[in-house]
């Protein structure tokens, strides 16, 4: 059974930096598209980041881009979201979610089949 589980979250101050990890458990991520999406309390779910295992590309919503890095572990079968420069903006509960078998980064949600439960990031003073 595929499971996915998040870790790393918690409270930093405006300019620091957080490390979410996303566990995979009964499926290995390779030839899948890991998404990291958030919600912030009163706000719809965004896209944050994505990175496709079949064919290596990454892809980073607009707010993010240069502060936010996605990245895989083979050996580990996870996927880490490296998150620095934050900013009281990026407050919000993080999710990450696979597509089996997709191809190619994208931020359609109904195509990610699995989500892990989140995690809560809060930047504040």
């Known amino acids: 059974q595929l499971q996915l589980v998040e870790s790393g979250g918690g409270l930093v101050q405006p300019g620091g930096s957080l490390r979410l990890s996303c566990a995979a458990s009964g499926f290995t991520l390779d030839y899948a598209v890991i998404g990291w999406f958030r919600q912030a309390p009163g706000k719809e779910r965004e896209g944050v980041s994505c990175?496709?295992?079949?064919?290596?590309?990454?892809y980073y919503a607009h707010s993010v881009k240069g502060r936010f890095t996605t990245s895989r572990d083979r050996a580990k079968n996870t996927v880490d979201l490296q998150m620095n420069s934050l900013k009281p903006e990026d407050t919000a509960v993080y999710y990450c979610?696979?597509?089996?078998?997709?191809?190619?980064?994208?931020?359609?949600?109904?195509?990610?089949?699995?989500w892990g439960p989140g995690t809560q990031v809060t930047v504040s003073s």
């Open positions: 990175i496709s295992s079949s064919d290596g590309t990454t």
């Open positions: 979610a696979i597509e089996q078998s997709g191809y190619g980064c994208h931020f359609i949600s109904k195509r990610f089949g699995s």
